[in-house]
């Protein structure tokens, strides 16, 4: 089944203690995204990758990290997570689309956030 | 920078009638995407229906179909025969032509009553 997995599904820390949020796709999917979703704002993307090893800010990237050491996996860092980071997140993968041939983003099921 | 407005932050409708949910967007490209998204308790984001801005016709999925007013950056959703599984919260969604980042509207709550 094609699919993206994110785990944990909630996690509760507190201020400091650094954590990782795992993002995996079975599809072979160039793009990989992660979004945060915020009550009255939507979602906002947080980082991009287009491939192995090209990795780029989207619009909310501060105190943020991630990499992209295989195609599979695209985790998301929070070295000093922080109250204001208290969210839901979504990652999402895709073909890398060209032009016409927009392909369907698909999402991982969500990971609560709560920085206490 | 693209923007994707939705000003219905709840709308309500009764099961077995149709509503509309409202969104615009801003944008100086000609070519792009627009989508909707479905988000119900579960918290999964689901693919209601996709529009090419370079196509004319309105898409249709089912029950589902869009109002695309291009030249006055309108992309409405219609519900019809609404059901209770239709209860969700409802995203607006856009995509440039040479790019895979989704730009999200605020999102309107649809809540469907029996």
């Known amino acids: 089944e094609a699919q993206v997995t994110q785990n944990p599904r909630y996690l509760i820390t507190v201020t400091g203690k650094k954590l990782t949020v795992t993002c995996s796709q079975n599809?072979?999917?160039?793009?990989m995204s992660w979004y945060r979703q915020d009550p009255g704002l939507g979602l906002r993307q947080i980082y991009y990758s287009m491939n192995v090893e090209v990795t780029d800010k989207g619009d909310v990237p501060e105190g943020y990290k991630v990499s992209r050491k295989e195609k599979r996996n695209f985790p998301l860092i929070l070295e000093s997570p922080s109250p204001n980071q208290t969210s839901l997140y979504f990652c999402a993968s895709s073909l890398l689309s060209a032009g016409d041939s927009a392909d369907t983003q698909y999402f991982g099921p969500g990971t609560r956030l709560t920085v206490l | 920078a693209q923007t994707v407005t939705q000003s219905q932050p709840e709308m309500s409708v009764q099961e077995a009638e149709t509503v509309t949910l409202s969104c615009t967007y801003d944008t100086s490209e000609s070519d792009y995407y627009l989508f909707w998204y479905k988000q119900p308790p579960s918290r999964q984001m689901i693919l209601v229906i996709r529009?090419?801005?370079?196509?004319?016709q309105n898409a249709t999925e089912n029950r589902f179909s869009v109002n695309f007013q291009k030249a006055a950056k309108s992309f409405s959703l219609k519900i019809s025969d609404s059901q209770l599984g239709d209860a969700a919260m409802y995203f607006c969604a856009y995509r440039g032509y040479n790019t895979d980042k989704l730009i999200f509207g605020t999102g309107t709550r649809l809540q469907v009553f029996p």
């Open positions: 599809m072979n999917h160039e793009y």
């Open positions: 529009q090419e801005a370079y196509k004319q």
